[in-house]
């Protein structure tokens, strides 16, 4: 059953790409384009989508269990830290140079044209080759010494 749901919840997600015109680089472009023909309307398919996340996550943070999985996997870091940053700043660029994302990309994959199988495939590789560089940085990170605490501990006898 979560194979199902995860193949309706893709399914709905190109669905709405589609619909909203964010397959379309050129109508991406013209929304990034503050300065020149701004095109307003996936500003709205933003305020729209956010609607729907935020209501879903509301009604999922009341539930005690998820539909279609044995526990919940809410996100459990809150920092903001330089990987995420450059990762942003990265995946803004590439955003704003060639006006696709990953989600639109893999919808418009199914059209075979060169530049999204170009895009597609530098994608891949840029995944595979943060996780061969996350993987190796994390070995670092374990490597290293760390700091001990030196705090005292509460003792049994004051209890």
Known sequence: MPVLASFACGLIFGAGLLISGMTDPQKVLGFLDLFGAWDATLAFVMAGAV????TGF????????????ARFLWP????IDAPLVAGAVLFGIGW????????PALVNIAGLS????VFVLAMLAGMIGQN?????????????PRAI???PLPSH???
């Open 149 to 151: 605490e030196t705090s």
């Open 157 to 159: 006898a004051d209890g």
């Open 114 to 117: 060169l530049p999204i199988v």
């Open 96 to 103: 704003g140079l060639v006006g696709i994302c990953p989600g």
């Open 58 to 69: 509301a009604i999922a943070r009341r539930r005690t269990a998820p539909a279609f999985s």
């Open 132 to 144: 061969l560089f996350g993987r190796n940085l994390w070995r670092r990170r374990a490597a290293a």
């Open 51 to 54: 609607a729907v996340a935020a």
């Open 76 to 79: 459990d870091r809150t920092d």
